[in-house]
């Protein structure tokens, strides 16, 4: 392999967070350390600009792990099918895991000339051990490896993912299950409406988290194909066996076309997309918690873990953490946003626009498990006030309950809606609410009310009369609770 020699230009690389810190790198190189795997046409070195633009090495280190994994697969596969010798696997498979110590301990020297990971851990691998080295990237492209490492990458991080969601969902479980009666009102139009209890609402996040679960389940079972053997774009024309690299890195499907094992990104769409999805969801969440704490609603105190002060105003709790989490949905909803805008109209096989992917794919995982580990954490940890809440559920928003009495006693809905509106009319105009009102009044409203509609005139009852399957009654609610509890879900 012919070196273009070293351009002795210093490039830094500024290590990656999530990676044991190693200092920055610079290169001017040595010899050996160089860009020249793929420049064997080239008479000169690519401009150090050029070079620091196009290297994706500052984000894709964090696939060393991977990299390394499906390098390990391919180079015993390609021992069993005799393209190495046993040896030639066992000296690649030993480099390699010498290298991934060198990475995890911050031990290794990026090069920004080596581009990316792939080539980084080619290039240490072929100082380390010459001929065997060179031999490892037999049958296989760039194109398929960086599509492999992903997929291992991801397919690892949605299963942390699920396991965050399912601890929120857990919280959220725990704190419905202490206010299975804590009454407070339904909102519709941001309107008091009807009467619900605080588990009823918080079932309703956990609903949404569910669908969210399974949106990522889908995205992991998409997510879960094997793209390597499909080399650059046409495969190969040498003998490899890709069911058994398949096999061994637990995959369990294969891509069965070449070109579009190189090309697509869906499993990254559905991943980023049922992310935006469920952060989204988390906005809602943090918005009524905001709502919640806010003087005008007081139903919650927020805790002062989670609370921040002003700078001018001494008597300021705010609820930053709640409107950062509101406002990464915004980040999470672009990320989706911007790979749908790389890959639109991007013509099939590889394209280096592809690159663009992981640091999308990397910022909605850094936003979401912070943001999901806090939450879970947030909710077992507000002070409800219940009275505020009841107070709230009380009133106008028992005006429908007095309407369906009516239709229990044959009265047909229309008419009766019409009379409580009457009524409603009647009392705003005397300064008075629903639960003052007298049983003479009611009676010259409608002939069907009877004594016993004083006691229907209370959010406690309004709430226990609601047992359709899927409404806030206490019993249906103790009911969805311990289903939850024996699918494992809380
Ligand atoms: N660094 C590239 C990426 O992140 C992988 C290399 C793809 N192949 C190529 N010929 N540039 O997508």
Redesign the pocket.
């Known amino acids: 392999m012919k070196e273009s020699g070293n351009h002795g230009r210093g490039t830094t690389i500024r290590p990656v967070k999530s990676l044991p810190s190693s200092p920055p790198v610079r290169a001017p190189r040595g010899k050996q350390a160089n860009s020249n795997l793929l420049r064997g046409r080239f008479k000169n070195p690519r401009l150090p600009e050029v070079e620091a633009f196009s290297a994706?090495l500052p984000f894709?280190r964090r696939l060393y792990r991977h990299d390394i994994q499906g390098s390990v697969a391919h180079a015993r596969m390609l021992a069993s099918v005799g393209l190495l010798t046993p040896d030639e696997a066992n000296e690649i498979e030993l480099g390699l895991k010498e290298i991934e110590r060198e990475i995890g301990s911050g031990r290794f020297r990026f090069h920004l000339s080596d581009?990316?990971i792939?080539l980084a851990i080619e290039r240490r691998l072929t100082e380390k051990i010459g001929a065997a080295g060179a031999k490892l990237h037999t049958a296989r492209s760039?194109?398929d490896q960086?599509a492999l490492d992903l997929r291992l990458y991801l397919r690892e991080e949605i299963g942390a993912l699920l396991d965050l969601i399912q601890a929120l969902v857990q919280s959220l479980a725990a704190v419905a299950a202490d206010h299975v009666e804590t009454v407070m009102p339904g909102y519709t139009h941001l309107q008091r409406a009807q009467p619900l209890s605080l588990a009823h609402h918080l079932l309703a996040y956990i609903d949404m988290l569910e669908r969210d679960r399974e949106r990522f389940e889908q995205a992991l079972a998409r997510t879960d194909v094997m793209p390597l053997g499909a080399g650059a774009v046409a495969a190969t024309t040498l003998r490899i066996d890709r069911r058994s690299v398949a096999q061994a890195l637990g995959f369990r499907q294969i891509a069965s076309n070449s070109l579009d094992a190189v090309g697509d990104r869906d499993f990254a769409l559905d991943f980023l997309s049922a992310a935006a999805i469920l952060a989204i969801h988390l906005s809602r969440m943090a918005e009524e918690i905001i709502l919640w704490a806010t003087a005008e609603f007081g139903f919650i105190e927020l805790p002062d873990e989670f609370s921040t002060g002003s700078s001018m105003m001494p008597q300021k709790k705010n609820p930053d953490l709640l409107e950062l989490v509101r406002g990464k949905s915004g980040r999470v909803t672009g990320n989706l946003v911007s790979l749908l805008m790389v890959l639109k109209a991007l013509p099939l096989g590889?394209n280096?626009d592809?690159?663009e992917d992981?640091e999308r794919v990397f910022d909605t995982l850094d936003t979401l498990k912070p943001l999901l580990n806090l939450m879970a954490q947030l909710w077992p940890r507000l002070t409800f006030n219940p009275a505020a809440m009841s107070a709230a559920a009380g009133g106008f928003a028992l005006a429908t309950d007095l309407a369906e009495y009516l239709v229990a006693r044959g009265v047909p809905f229309r008419t009766a809606h019409e009379a409580i509106g009457r009524l409603i009319g009647d009392l705003t105009a005397a300064g008075r609410s629903l639960p003052d009102v007298e049983l003479g009044e009611l009676q010259e409203l409608s002939t069907a009310f009877q004594a016993d509609v004083l006691k229907i005139l209370n959010p406690a009852h309004s709430l226990n009369a609601r047992k359709v399957f899927g409404g806030p009654a206490p019993q249906t609610v103790r009911r969805r609770l311990r289903e939850l509890g024996r699918k494992g879900v809380s």
């Open positions: 994706s894709d581009e990316d792939h760039r194109n960086v590889y280096s592809l690159q992981k």
